[in-house]
């Protein structure tokens, strides 16, 4: 151990090798439930240091943890067992110009989501990525996790976005797959298959990512909503009659509303109502000559007249439409810093959203009487982050964690739904899918791992726990 | 085998088992190039048959090769060897009533997707794959070549358009994996791996597929183009300014339209002016208040005054529209009509296409002086297919077949394009992966196939040659 500690030291430089006792800032995740400590961790600068590494590691049979922006919720992006390396892919953060009348762009995999989208300002392009951890998020970790967001519905996960990959095999080998378009079918897809691997088959390092047209346009509106049986009504109309416009369909509740409101002052509510749940409409066009407000507009009169809407703000300036999302996008900052929480990630087919909500709250409030529910997420891809804080004035769920889990993924399970919509498995999950799972597709899951990572090197006991 | 041949021939019934002298429809491929005596041919019912058809066929080591609508191009659906069994899907060919709210739909793998085109008029929901074999086309013959067609630049390939998959492996096991969410991260995206798969991993027996809002307006043009940079430039307009309405870019040559002309008689050119290459520009949307006839009527003013369009037609009807379309489509018929052919499957990023055009005109010249070229396709992705007829009064192009393959391949491959965009590797393009297929890549697939189907029984020598 000390040989091979010594032997990445040499190998990566003061910069490049941190040694236990200063790995604080890699070694927890964002929610510091999971992290135990690692031997060291690489913070590589290039494919060739990433190589090096894991043929240094492979040989002493040492685990090797690959993390991007460590805002993971799933455990995946740190150490289960203490003395693995993390492979921190920080400081791999080049991005190229990007290539206008193709609208691709090569990127390094350190490359923070937050930093693509400014260097793309003005260019007349985007990457159609959102997500609340943004600022932090790094394109590998997107990768390796198949991040979703709420523009997802539009435009498609990370699967949809990559065109070509650069991956580091378990034993140091480089698949070199930057290639820069769509329709590739010289064989299996194996940039869709690195996508949502979770770091378990090889380490991304650089990416070719498809762009979008920058839209000409936006119309965002926040709308409070009757209740869960009208967003579903207001989505089906949103989706007849807005068309190849609409952008997202981000829904909060209440209850999550108050714990933003109390635990992050400087948010403004600007509805008068107070309804169970409020939704953030937007759309948005390449053309200036869409009527994006009067095609909107008539979706919210109907709303009105349908008593589906109580209340609604249009966004008038671009500080407002980021206030209006800042409502939505703390959510999961506003409920951390009330406590302990339980997060569940789930998905159903979007009509099912009002039967799984009633259900899932039912069953919930079996479990521990006066818990707090506080589902908000996706409204265009059924994608529910249903998460739970202890009843008032309690501090923990008194070991009742799996029976919450497994209950409510079960539900989406039955549904045609998922326990894991975006977040992925992790190491926290794996006994979720052990349960979950159809065995056949676990057993899948475990020829696939053994077929790229013989010797289980890779995050192991991420995914899919051997 | 006659054993073997006697248990299926019991086991799925007179109609059920095809023996070898009444096996000529589905022996040969759509070109009549490839396909070996078969033992017999399975035509299954249900995955139970097909269950049990693999337990026997594997238990006697005989290969099995998926079958659909037989319009492959690769020969992945016919035999390589004689005497394996070829399963035919097309009795299983159930389509459900859609699911509305949520936009999915469930079919069995033999539904032809004009069938489901067909089953879902009226319902305000679509299917957005549309290609030139649509009429025989299967999904499940879609599903395991990832097929891409005309409208992929704006609706995705198929690896985007399924959601959840019911597939049976070599050893008989049924994975259920019919899910109808977009976002389930529970693990490895294996529905996106059997997406051009080529039936070398599993046999797709149903499948749920994600629909979308049907059109309430098309605006469907077409226009003589100067020349191929006048087509990239056109595209890059369109790109820009077409938004996201833009459905298809479908490009065709002069040298394309003449075979076509001469061959299918009741084709009809509408318009006066020849040019070198034409372009079908086709915009729709899901909202009657888009102005897309003034949006792409600026565009084509703008191409007409920079002397990039010459001539240009509106469909003033659907009947007008499919006649349009069918100059693009005929295109493969057209040209297998004049004969002998190589077909090359190319992609580049879309702002190569000039470039990729000049040099392997010059390439294909070098080789053999007078070839007729004949390019035509999907301008909005980059996937030319860029097929040869041999120069006049020749017949055959006197064995330099490989040499047109791999120099085109190269070329496509340099590039940062693939060698098989659409059509895949299958059996006739095994060769050509070899030389232009990275080594770590093709070594990453045999790993791959060897996990899931330890004894190479299905589809052996498909996709990747043993």
Same mark, same amino acid.
């Given at each position: 151990?000390?040989?091979l500690?010594?032997?990445?030291?040499?190998?990566?430089g003061?910069?490049g090798?941190?040694?236990?006792?200063?790995?604080?800032?890699?070694?927890?995740?964002?929610?510091?439930?999971?992290?135990?400590?690692p031997l060291?961790?690489?913070?590589i600068?290039?494919?060739?240091e990433?190589?090096?590494?894991?043929?240094?590691?492979?040989?002493?049979?040492?685990?090797?943890?690959?993390?991007?922006?460590?805002?993971?919720?799933?455990?995946?992006?740190?150490?289960?067992?203490?003395?693995?390396?993390?492979?921190?892919?920080?400081?791999?953060?080049?991005?190229?110009?990007?290539?206008?009348?193709?609208?691709?762009?090569?990127?390094e995999?350190?490359?923070?989501?937050?930093s693509?989208? =400014?260097?793309?300002?003005?260019t007349?392009?985007?990457?159609?990525?959102?997500? #609340? @951890? &943004? $600022?932090?998020?790094? *394109?590998?970790?997107?990768?390796?996790?198949?991040?979703?967001g709420?523009?997802?519905?539009r435009?498609?996960?990370?699967?949809?976005?990559v065109?070509?990959?650069?991956?580091v095999?378990?034993?140091?080998?480089?698949?070199?797959?930057m290639?820069?378009? =769509?329709?590739?079918?010289?064989?299996?897809?194996?940039r869709?298959?690195?996508? #949502? @691997? &979770? $770091?378990?088959?090889? *380490?991304?390092?650089r990416?070719?990512?498809?762009?979008s047209?920058?839209?000409?346009?936006?119309?965002?509106?926040?709308?409070?909503?009757?209740?869960?049986?009208?967003?579903?009504?207001?989505?089906?109309?949103?989706?007849?009659?807005g068309?190849?416009?609409?952008?997202?369909?981000?829904?909060?509740?209440?209850?999550?509303?108050?714990?933003?409101?109390?635990?992050?002052?400087e948010?403004v509510f600007?509805?008068?109502?107070?309804?169970?749940f409020?939704?953030?409409?937007?759309a948005?066009?390449?053309?200036?000559?869409?009527?994006?407000?009067?095609?909107?507009?008539?979706?919210?009169?109907?709303?009105?007249?349908?008593?589906i809407?109580?209340?609604?703000?249009l966004?008038?300036?671009?500080t407002?439409?980021?206030?209006f999302?800042?409502?939505?996008?703390e959510?999961?900052e506003?409920?951390?810093?009330?406590?302990?929480?339980l997060?569940?990630?789930?998905s159903?087919?979007?009509?099912?959203?009002?039967?799984f909500?009633n259900?899932?709250?039912?069953?919930?409030?079996?479990?521990?009487?006066?818990v707090r529910i506080?589902?908000?997420?996706?409204?265009?891809?059924?994608?529910?982050?249903?998460?739970?804080?202890p009843?008032?004035?309690?501090?923990?769920?008194?070991?009742?964690?799996?029976?919450f889990?497994?209950?409510l993924?079960?539900?989406?399970?039955?549904?045609?739904?998922?326990?894991?919509?975006?977040h992925?498995?992790?190491?926290?999950k794996?006994?979720l899918?052990?349960?979950l799972?159809?065995?056949?597709?676990?057993?899948?899951?475990?020829?696939?791992k053994?077929?790229?990572?013989?010797?289980?090197?890779?995050?192991?006991?991420?995914?899919?726990?051997?």
């Amino acid at each position: 151990m000390k040989e091979l500690s010594k032997k990445l030291s040499t190998l990566l430089g003061p910069k490049g090798w941190v040694s236990p006792e200063n790995c604080l800032p890699w070694q927890r995740d964002w929610l510091d439930q999971n992290g135990e400590v690692p031997l060291g961790v690489a913070r590589i600068t290039s494919t060739d240091e990433a190589t090096e590494v894991l043929r240094l590691c492979c040989a002493e049979k040492v685990a090797i943890v690959p993390q991007g922006g460590n805002t993971g919720l799933v455990g995946a992006g740190v150490l289960g067992k203490p003395n693995g390396v993390i492979i921190s892919l920080s400081r791999m953060n080049v991005i190229s110009s990007p290539d206008y009348s193709g609208g691709t762009i090569t990127v390094e995999a350190g490359v923070i989501l937050e930093s693509l989208h =400014q260097s793309l300002k003005g260019t007349g392009l985007m990457f159609p990525m959102h997500l #609340g @951890s &943004e $600022g932090s998020a790094q *394109i590998g970790g997107l990768i390796a996790t198949n991040a979703g967001g709420s523009h997802a519905f539009r435009y498609g996960m990370m699967q949809d976005l990559v065109l070509g990959l650069e991956v580091v095999l378990a034993d140091g080998t480089v698949w070199n797959g930057m290639r820069s378009v =769509q329709k590739d079918n010289a064989g299996y897809q194996l940039r869709k298959l690195f996508c #949502g @691997s &979770e $770091g378990t088959l090889g *380490i991304v390092t650089r990416a070719i990512l498809k762009l979008s047209p920058e839209p000409k346009q936006h119309f965002t509106a926040l709308l409070a909503v009757s209740d869960a049986s009208g967003l579903v009504k207001l989505a089906a109309r949103l989706r007849a009659e807005g068309g190849e416009f609409l952008t997202a369909m981000e829904f909060f509740s209440n209850v999550g509303l108050d714990i933003a409101l109390t635990n992050i002052p400087e948010l403004v509510f600007p509805l008068q109502s107070r309804t169970a749940f409020y939704l953030i409409v937007e759309a948005s066009s390449g053309s200036t000559k869409v009527p994006l407000d009067v095609i909107l507009a008539e979706v919210i009169d109907w709303g009105m007249s349908e008593g589906i809407i109580i209340d609604s703000a249009l966004a008038m300036s671009s500080t407002q439409r980021a206030a209006f999302w800042r409502l939505r996008e703390e959510q999961p900052e506003g409920q951390r810093q009330l406590g302990v929480q339980l997060k569940h990630d789930i998905s159903v087919p979007p009509e099912q959203l009002v039967d799984f909500l009633n259900r899932a709250n039912d069953e919930c409030n079996k479990i521990l009487k006066g818990v707090r529910i506080n589902p908000f997420g996706h409204l265009g891809d059924g994608n529910v982050h249903y998460n739970l804080s202890p009843p008032i004035g309690q501090l923990d769920f008194f070991g009742l964690d799996s029976e919450f889990a497994i209950k409510l993924g079960r539900l989406a399970t039955i549904m045609g739904g998922s326990f894991a919509a975006e977040h992925g498995i992790g190491r926290t999950k794996t006994f979720l899918a052990d349960i979950l799972r159809d065995p056949v597709e676990r057993n899948m899951m475990m020829r696939i791992k053994k077929s790229l990572d013989d010797s289980n090197q890779l995050n192991p006991d991420v995914l899919v726990s051997s």
